[in-house]
């Protein structure tokens, strides 16, 4: 980890409330060992009684990493925080940069039309603002860039502990930023997709991300991203 790295998390933690940190000592052998003394691990990431609004907060003007050099605005999530459905992006685009909601361009009509329409084709009344739709990283990339990975490590915990808060019963991660922040896989997601994967204890649906399939040489990838929706909105919502 760099010192950069190292000052970040420090932060993280500092913002968490927790005030005390114990280094892992650095291991030179002995001819005797003793047992090593435990080494207290960092508490869990989530505060007692954590909610949106305290994850919102803690964020704040949040510059623990690059991405807020170019941002405009933070993009939190949005939709129904009892939701029992939370879909997870990548990060925002132009347009969510500029309105501080997730999902409001392009790729985020095509996911209004995939909720909608397989829900109302399924007899599933359920509408985009029942559920939660939030992104792993909350400021965009320059240029749409994939997140970087230590980018993806700091806001990651604040996309934890947004899931913590609501509890849903299950996840549609859409693309392999989302599934790599969840799984810790590197795999893609057409190995991944459609089928049932578990982030503590919630069940995780990967599908394609909706920017995937904007793209006219895709077009294949649409049934089975609405094949992947209908199972998760069965499994909900039945
Ligand atoms: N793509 C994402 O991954 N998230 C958004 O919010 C918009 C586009």
Same mark, same amino acid.
């Given at each position: 980890m760099t010192k950069d790295e190292i000052r970040q998390r420090l932060e993280f933690y500092q913002d968490l409330g927790i005030k005390t940190i114990y280094r892992r000592s650095v291991t030179v052998p002995i001819p005797? !060992? &003793?047992p090593p003394t435990p080494v207290l691990s960092l508490p869990t990431i989530e505060p007692p009684q954590d909610s949106l609004l305290k994850i919102l907060t803690d964020i704040g003007d949040c510059k623990r990493c690059r991405l807020h050099e170019a941002r405009n605005k933070i993009v939190f999530g949005s939709g129904n925080? &009892?939701?029992?459905l939370v879909f997870v992006g990548e990060g925002p685009g132009a347009d969510e940069d500029q309105q $501080?909601? !997730?999902?409001? $361009?392009r790729a985020g009509q095509l996911l209004t039309q995939m909720i909608e329409g397989t829900a109302s084709k399924e007899g599933i009344p359920i509408k985009r603002a029942d559920v939660y739709i939030c992104n792993v990283v909350k400021c965009r990339p320059p240029e749409n860039r994939t997140p970087q990975p230590d980018e993806m490590e700091i806001c990651g915990q604040f996309l934890s502990r947004q899931i913590l808060a609501i509890r849903p019963q299950a996840i549609c991660a859409l693309g392999s930023t989302a599934a790599k922040a969840l799984l810790g896989t590197k795999e893609g997601v057409t190995r991944l997709r459609g089928k049932w994967h578990n982030w503590r204890d919630i069940q995780v649906m990967v599908t394609y991300h909706p920017s995937y399939l904007l793209r006219p040489y895709n077009q294949n990838a649409k049934k089975e991203a609405w094949e992947d929706l209908k199972k998760v909105l069965h499994y909900v919502y039945d």
């Amino acid at each position: 980890m760099t010192k950069d790295e190292i000052r970040q998390r420090l932060e993280f933690y500092q913002d968490l409330g927790i005030k005390t940190i114990y280094r892992r000592s650095v291991t030179v052998p002995i001819p005797n !060992p &003793q047992p090593p003394t435990p080494v207290l691990s960092l508490p869990t990431i989530e505060p007692p009684q954590d909610s949106l609004l305290k994850i919102l907060t803690d964020i704040g003007d949040c510059k623990r990493c690059r991405l807020h050099e170019a941002r405009n605005k933070i993009v939190f999530g949005s939709g129904n925080e &009892q939701s029992r459905l939370v879909f997870v992006g990548e990060g925002p685009g132009a347009d969510e940069d500029q309105q $501080g909601l !997730p999902f409001v $361009g392009r790729a985020g009509q095509l996911l209004t039309q995939m909720i909608e329409g397989t829900a109302s084709k399924e007899g599933i009344p359920i509408k985009r603002a029942d559920v939660y739709i939030c992104n792993v990283v909350k400021c965009r990339p320059p240029e749409n860039r994939t997140p970087q990975p230590d980018e993806m490590e700091i806001c990651g915990q604040f996309l934890s502990r947004q899931i913590l808060a609501i509890r849903p019963q299950a996840i549609c991660a859409l693309g392999s930023t989302a599934a790599k922040a969840l799984l810790g896989t590197k795999e893609g997601v057409t190995r991944l997709r459609g089928k049932w994967h578990n982030w503590r204890d919630i069940q995780v649906m990967v599908t394609y991300h909706p920017s995937y399939l904007l793209r006219p040489y895709n077009q294949n990838a649409k049934k089975e991203a609405w094949e992947d929706l209908k199972k998760v909105l069965h499994y909900v919502y039945d």
